[in-house]
């Protein structure tokens, strides 16, 4: 599903930067945006409205098949935007521009239990956490004209919110999850075989 955006000032300055660099090299081929960020995205092209409170700026990454892909240095493209590279102590690589952080995350698979991946296509470092893998399985693009985006539909997003939050040991968290679905819930129209397709996943 493709939405033509009609205003293009839905993101600040710099995070519609941010969008149209990864755009340019392929990046929301197969990643999406994710987080909070995607509720302005929700507001132009659903009419779902949310009071946005965060300025975390998170990105679903897909494992590449193989290593043979092309290789991109996104953490080069993401420095050359002024941000600066932050180790956490798990491993975890973030991004920091004066409010704005950038994280990586991708569907950790079973059991496993590793603390940070490293994506060699794309030269970043992700945090894998159960079902992205629902985010990434049903995307919608948002034409900008000038760039396309790629972010969860809202009932992916929805039913992913709605799982993790049970998972959340800070309340705050917990609470801004729930928030957002029960803002999403208001605006759709999901039948019985919706909610099996995508819990299901």
Known sequence: MEILVKNKKIFPAEIQEL???????GFFD??????SWV???????FGIPYVLRTMDIDFA???ALSDRAKKVDLEKIITDLGYIPVVMQ???????RENFTIEFVAHRKGGRADEVVSIRKWNIVASPLPFVDLLLSFPF???FGDFKARAPLPEAFFVHKLITA????RESKKDKDLDQCSIIARHLDMTLSDWIRLSGH
């Open 90 to 96: 798990s491993g975890v690589r973030r991004f920091s």
């Open 19 to 25: 969008l149209q660099a990864f755009f340019s090299v």
């Open 61 to 63: 990454v897909e494992f």
């Open 141 to 143: 693009t948002a034409n």
């Open 39 to 45: 509720m302005p995205l929700y507001q132009e092209a």
């Open 166 to 169: 049970q998972r959340r040991p």
């Open 30 to 35: 197969e990643s999406l945006l994710i987080g």
